[in-house]
């Protein structure tokens, strides 16, 4: 409400006032101004009053009440209540920060549709007062609805029409759950002033997009814009909330991101019991002894959980709020659900502060006045005194909502009793009637909403959003923002007062290192960082401690084993062990574990780069290989390096429950490459063969399969430096990766390519170009004969008739040249020609081939350009004269010349 | 080669000539040396070449069972034979000999690559179990006949092919004609066939070969029938109700019954029979259905059984390696401290008693688990023969109770035959009938005993019919079910507990007896 808008009130029509009506009646004045103002056809004004006191009448019928006035009769009396409320009402308690955004807004920026009502509006506007009015006279003990509260102009809206629903290209608006995020992470909200009453100003969701700034009705009415776009039956809720939900106070509520985390629940079905499966064996411990400690282990559990409670309980206590004094009372505005479309299969609210979803008996909500979305408004007809259980969201049923426009879409509900069934049908016969005069609400007066993607990407007004939770903190930040690739931090915290750190969880995207997610536990100081596929050592997750970052200390690198050509899914690593797993190996290992010896500590600088580790054992397990016979696939290999030992055990065969194992003693010269193996089964070589009565090996197979197996330790040797190296090659890059962070920037962004930006913006510099030196192009075919005038600027008649005689004379004698100059041409090259033939007719004789040759080339090359010429010829006769008149008409046209022109045409 | 044959002695594969190439071509160096010393087993060896060796005639190789590989080329060998025990060869080459004809390889169903080049072979033939042949080379042959190439269409993994130097060679439709032919061939004459060619060659082709391939496919869908008929009838008999579910059992009731056929004759039966034919059959295509589904079910209860015997077999496995897998551990931990530590006379001993304790330990666990399972076994074997016993006895009451009813069938029969045949006869007595009776049914109706004794030896026969194959059925399935009970037993009752037992005693003893040696080897 500016100043303006209440100057000059003319005439309102009359009204029968009482308390609850004041301000309704101050806003229908402005109506009437508006009206006054801004139409020039007052008989429509008339017409849709006329409309209005119909409607009216109907409604009263309907609803068996009566009480409205001839609005003619009581102009002056209203004029002067009028006068005498704009004095009561001198300074409207405001929201300060609803002036600062006032201070920006100039009415004259928003369409016409936000500043003026069209006659449809006006009329839905009356029709709204009359139902306002019905309303407060039934219930007037009840708080006056919301229903047609001004926008950012200062005109007044019907609520149901701030609602444009719209569905933004960006995928996760799609579903509800998405939408909801969206609009609580996009705005700041501002609390209404005062809390316990409706606000009277509601802005345009494209205005609030704007602002990012909102009341809980703005938010609402957003969200459902979205929701009713998007499929699903959404509407906007006034009611009653209560102060934690109203001003957003969720520091006693558990983060939902850290609750997610307690849902899974496994479900381990037995297999059915089958006709011949074997009985257990007897189970001979003391069923008592069982009995007694299962009976012990319960009571220390139950204690251990009521402690537990108890503790929880006292920490709820300790921390509840302070009583509220304004408890019931305060407003707000959420959205509400029902259940039918887009597969939702039970009604429910979501809270637009923070885009969550509620149950509809949730306590925290304690009374709804209204419902609206862009079709109708309905009030609610339901005490609200045990808060929100057992309300009925039947909206057909009009003894629990009261519709307003008749056109109600929900299917009326038939009461068994017939009187009242009677009464219904003249209700529906009026109805009809109503139908047939076409009252519906209006066309949304706001403008499509629209977000560009990047508003839409940094999601959060600049950028940033910090929510507090019990025990938590979560920080959002939008992509790109950060210069190290963070969207969210969750921080949570050991104590309400958010001081002890106990774990933090990062989310990061478009990072250059894939790094996804990085998880610390501030306590025992471990970091457990998740990346996304794609980088060079296919690295999946990295838990190690923060403290010992080096190589060759605690950590596990769980890896893409898909993407590694030697199939490694993990590996654990300790300073003196390291673990490797396996998978979908084509030689069927799976585990490899190596033990290195103690680094002997040495003083001064470390030597740990220089010196690989000793290696001790190295161990390796395979699965087995069907095509090999059990006996002859090894299952588990042990190098035992520091005792110069190889022991192998074989797989179990089928029907055994031992294993073969077999144990080398590596030969003295075995490191010596020149010399053959000295090889003596009996000190060497020992085994132990399940089958007692199978083959022995001979000697050459055991020597053979200790070449092969020296060769084999020599590999896994290899392969174990190279996992250090790896590990050491992945530390240095992960280092330097987070010493210096790079973002990626998809192809697709065109905001941020750079690259593409560049050609963009060249493309656009060319064009830009290109059209300026079109504009260059066009000459100024007057300028030559101007400058012979004393002054141009000013061009007398007579001026004018010299300069456009001048103009064409000299096209004409141009024109003139040039047929002259093509007709030159044309002569000279026939004459040329002509003078060749006749040389080579002379001389034909005595020429050469090539002489003949070059003759012909030159004939069939001047013979084109005669052509040519003759065409250029011909098209500049025929164009001549039509230039010749194209000049002529732009010059009665020029600006400078035309009056003086046209005049001597008449 | 022949000018060769006339001057040099060919020679003849024996001991020596072998054991000098197994030696020369086996393992080099100290491996060598080693394996000279002890000596090498002709069944190890699985690669064998004796090229320029002139031989004649092979033989003397069946000991060499896994050979993987034989060379035998640039020798003067006129036939293929000797090969048959080697059935894990591969890789076989007989080129630059003097074989005339491919025989004898049938045997060797594994093989993958023959080369016979340079030889005299006139036809490609005898190869049809080779069906893993990759690699084929007939080059330098006396190949006339391209028809004949259409042989090589059965070998589905033939990829390439040498014809190379063949009188076919010289035929100017070779290559389309091969090409086409052979349309999974990659290479042939040692060049790469490529799509043009082919496509080229098919449209050349096109019709003779959909003919061809017509028919290929219709012997194929005739082999396919014929083996389904087989599993069937297969099926059938392991139901014991083979030939039930047709007319067979009804037409031998009248195989060896030349009185019934002559009976039949007799106006009026033949309605009669048919009558009974069809109620007969439907009595056997009851049989039929019912052995069929307690042939199911009786599949479904075995396969249950031993499917939970498996499982059980499984469980106290892994039990028993667990067992054995914990001592393992403590072994490796203990064994190198009691022998290598030398401390006090006494303390030694204890640890020495201590370890020998953990293993009977663990002998003792490990037969614990051996008699769970053996009882548990029992119990389920126990249970199974009894609800196989019941299950075959089901059977047997239901079928007999069904031939029951045609025995039946069969009286009822008997006597209207008996009173068609009286009626009749009287009829004959008294002249009243037509003279179109052939003469061998006049004869029956004789006198009345002549006819009487004819209906009864065919009613005779028929019962015995019947008998016989009621019996048939039931023999069959109490063989079944002993069989059955006796393979369980002694497979999974007494044959896997004395293997167990004498594993886990083995496994013991070897523990004993590694740390006995190596304890006493310290002192």
């Known amino acids: 409400m500016t100043e303006e808008d209440k100057e000059g009130s003319p005439p309102v029509p009359k009204i029968e006032v009482n308390d609850d009506q004041r301000e309704e009646i101050d806003k229908k004045s402005e109506v009437g101004s508006q009206i006054g103002n801004n139409l020039d056809d007052d008989d429509e004004v008339k017409e849709a009053e006329g409309d209005e006191d119909e409607e009216g009448e109907g409604v009263e019928k309907g609803e068996d009440e009566g009480t409205e006035g001839e609005p003619d009769e009581l102009s002056e009396e209203a004029t002067a209540l009028k006068h005498e409320l704009q004095k009561i009402i001198v300074a409207p308690p405001m929201n300060p920060k609803i002036m600062e955004d006032d201070e920006i807004v100039d009415p004259e920026k928003y369409p016409e549709s936000y500043r003026v009502n069209t006659n449809k509006e006006k009329l839905c506007l009356l029709y709204a007062a009359s139902y306002t009015r019905q309303y407060a006279q039934m219930y007037a003990k009840r708080k006056p609805l919301l229903l047609k509260p001004i926008n950012e102009c200062g005109v007044e809206k019907l609520v149901c029409t701030t609602i444009k629903p719209t569905l933004l290209p960006y995928k996760p608006l799609y579903d509800w759950k998405g939408a909801a995020e969206f609009v609580a992470d996009y705005l700041d909200f501002v609390t209404l002033d005062p809390e316990h009453e409706p606000p009277k100003r509601l802005r345009s969701p494209t205005t609030i997009l704007e602002f990012q700034r909102a009341n809980c009705f703005e938010y609402s009415t957003l969200l459902v814009s979205f929701l009713i776009a998007a499929g699903y039956d959404a509407y906007v809720v006034s009611g009653y909330a209560t102060r934690e939900i109203c001003i957003m106070d969720e520091t006693r509520e558990v983060c939902p991101l850290l609750s997610k985390k307690r849902e899974a629940s496994k479900k381990e079905e037995r297999p059915p019991m089958k006709r011949y499966q074997v009985r257990p064996p007897k189970d001979l411990q003391s069923k008592f002894e069982i009995k007694m400690k299962k009976r012990s282990d319960e009571a220390k559990e139950k204690e251990r959980r009521k402690k537990l409670e108890e503790e929880e309980e006292k920490d709820i206590e300790a921390h509840k709020p302070l009583p509220d004094p304004l408890f019931g009372t305060r407003v707000h505005s959420w959205v509400l659900i029902l259940a039918g479309k887009r597969g939702v299969e039970e009604n429910f609210f979501i809270e637009p502060f923070t885009g969550l979803p509620k149950a509809v008996d949730d306590p925290e909500y304690l009374g709804i006045e209204s419902i609206w979305n862009n079709k109708n408004f309905w009030a609610n007809m339901q005490s609200c005194e045990d808060g929100l259980k057992g309300i009925q969201y039947d909206l057909g049923d009009i003894s629990s909502w009261e519709y307003m426009f008749p056109s109600n879409e929900k299917p009326e509900l038939k009461l068994p009793d017939d009187e009242y069934a009677a009464d219904n049908l003249e209700i529906e016969e009026e109805e009809e009637k109503d139908i047939e005069k076409h009252l519906d609400i209006p066309k949304s007066w706001v403008k499509t909403i629209t977000l560009s993607l990047r508003d839409f990407q940094t999601r959060c007004p600049s950028g940033k959003k910090t929510k507090l939770y019990k025990r938590a903190k979560l920080e959002r930040f939008a992509p790109y923002l950060m210069d190290d690739g963070i969207v969210s931090r969750l921080s949570s915290f050991s104590d309400r007062e958010l001081i002890d750190l106990e774990e933090s969880k990062e989310v990061y995207e478009h990072r250059a290192d894939k790094l996804l997610t990085r998880d610390r536990n501030h306590k025992t100081n471990w970091i457990t960082e998740n990346f996304s596929p794609g980088r060079p050592k296919h690295l999946k997750k990295h838990i190690y401690k923060a403290t010992e970052s080096g190589p060759e200390s605690e950590r596990t690198m769980i890896f893409f084993h898909h993407a590694r050509v030697n199939g490694l899914e993990r590996r654990l690593e300790t300073p003196t062990e390291m673990t490797e797993h396996f998978k979908d190996r084509e030689d069927f290992l799976f585990y490899r574990h190596v033990l290195f010896a103690q680094r002997t500590k040495t003083f001064g600088p470390a030597s740990s780069g220089t010196s690989p580790r000793t290696i001790l054992r190295i161990v390796e397990h395979y699965h087995r290989n069907e095509k090999v016979p059990a006996d002859e696939d090894i299952s588990v290999l042990t190098f035992n390096c520091a005792d110069k030992k190889i022991s192998i055990t074989y797989h179990t065969c089928d029907e055994k429950i031992s294993a073969s194992t077999r144990e080398f003693t590596k030969p003295d010269n075995w490191d010596d490459k020149t010399a053959p193996l000295i090889f003596h089964e009996a000190e060497m070589h020992s085994t132990f063969q399940v089958n007692p009565h199978d083959r022995k090996k001979k000697q050459v197979e055991l020597y053979q399969l200790l070449e092969d197996l020296l060769k084999r330790e020599e590999k896994s040797k290899e392969s174990v430096r190279a996992s250090e190296k790896e590990v050491r090659d992945i530390l240095e890059v992960r280092q330097q990766e987070d010493f210096k962070v790079n973002l990626d920037v998809s192809v697709y962004d065109v905001q941020r390519n750079d690259k593409a930006k560049k050609l963009r913006e060249e493309l656009e510099r060319r064009a830009a170009e290109e059209k300026l030196r079109q504009e260059e192009m066009e000459v100024d075919y007057l300028a030559p004969f101007l400058s012979l005038l004393d002054d141009p600027n000013n061009i007398q008649y007579s001026d004018a008739l010299k300069l456009s005689e001048e103009c064409l004379r000299d096209l004409k004698h141009r024109l003139i040249d040039k047929a002259n100059l093509i007709q030159a041409r044309f002569e000279k090259e026939t004459a040329e020609l002509q003078e060749k033939q006749q040389w080579y007719q002379r001389n034909q004789v005595q020429m050469q081939k090539d002489d003949v040759n070059s003759y012909l080339a030159y004939c069939s090359e001047a013979m084109f350009k005669i052509h040519i010429l003759q065409l250029r010829l011909d098209r500049h006769k025929e164009q001549a004269p039509a230039k010749y008149m194209e000049l002529q008409r732009r010059l009665t046209n020029d600006a400078r010349l035309r009056d003086h022109l046209k005049g001597s045409a008449l | ?523």
């Open chain 2, 1 to 523: 080669m022949s000018r060769l044959y006339d001057t040099i002695e060919p020679s003849v594969i024996d001991d020596e000539m072998l054991q000098r190439a197994v030696v020369e071509q086996g393992p080099k160096n100290e491996a060598g040396k080693l394996a000279r010393e002890e000596g090498i087993d002709f069944a190890d060896v699985t690669s064998l070449r004796l090229d320029f060796k002139n031989i004649l005639k092979i033989g003397n190789l069946w000991s060499f069972k896994s050979l993987v590989k034989l060379q035998l080329d640039n020798n003067i060998i006129e036939r293929i034979e000797g090969l048959d025990t080697l059935v894990n060869l591969v890789w076989l080459d007989l080129s630059f000999n003097n074989i005339e004809v491919i025989e004898n390889l049938d045997n060797l169903t594994l093989l993958e690559d023959l080369t016979l080049y340079n030889n005299r072979i006139e036809r490609v033939e005898n190869m049809d179990n080779l069906t893993k042949l990759h690699v084929l080379s007939v080059g330098n042959n006396q190949l006339k006949d391209l028809e004949n190439m259409k042989y090589l269409r059965k070998f589905d993994n033939l990829r390439t092919l040498n014809l190379t130097g063949n009188p076919i060679k010289n035929d100017a439709a070779y290559e389309s004609y091969i090409a086409a032919h052979l349309p999974d061939l990659e290479y042939l004459d040692y060049r790469l066939v490529d799509q043009k060619t082919r496509e080229a060659a098919k449209e050349k082709y096109d019709i003779a070969l959909q003919e061809l391939e017509e028919g290929e496919r219709n012997a194929a869908r005739k082999k396919e029938e014929e083996i389904k008929k087989t599993e069937e009838l297969e099926l059938h008999k392991a139901a014991y109700v083979e030939h039930l579910n047709d007319s067979t059992l009804f037409d031998s009731l009248y195989a060896e019954d030349p009185e019934g056929m002559k009976l039949n004759k007799i106006p009026t039966v033949d309605e009669m029979i048919s009558n009974y034919r069809e109620e007969f059959n439907e009595i056997c295509r009851e049989i039929f259905e019912f052995g069929l589904k307690m042939h199911v079910e009786r599949q479904a209860e075995v396969k249950m059984f031993w499917e939970c015997v498996r499982e059980a077999k499984e469980t106290n496995k892994q039990l028993g390696i667990n067992k054995i897998e914990e001592f393992m551990e403590y072994r490796k931990r203990v064994l190198p401290e009691l022998l290598i530590e030398p401390g006090e006379n006494h303390e030694e001993q204890e640890a020495h008693e201590e370890y020998q304790k953990t293993i009977d330990k663990l002998w003792d666990a490990l037969m614990i688990y051996e008699m769970q399972l053996v009882d548990q076994l029992e119990d389920v074997i126990k249970e199974f023969e009894r609800a196989m016993s019941d299950m075959v006895a089901n059977f047997k009451e239901n079928v007999s109770a069904l031939f029951s009813r045609m025995r039946e069938l069969e009286n009822q029969h008997n006597e209207k035959l008996l009173e068609i045949g009286q009626m009749t006869l009287e009829k004959i007595v008294k002249g009243e009938v037509d003279d179109d009776i052939p003469d061998e049914i006049r004869d029956l109706f004789v006198d009345k005993d002549t006819l009487n004794s004819a209906v009864t030896s065919s009613h005779d026969v028929h019962l015995m019919k019947i008998d016989n194959r009621e019996d048939d059925c039931t023999t069959k399935v109490n063989t079944w079910l002993t069989n059955l009970t006796r393979t369980i037993h002694e497979q999974e009752e007494i044959e896997r507990n004395r293997q167990r037992v004498t594993e886990i005693s083995h496994l013991i003893d070897h523990l004993k007896d590694d740390f006995e040696n190596n304890y006493s080897a310290e002192f």
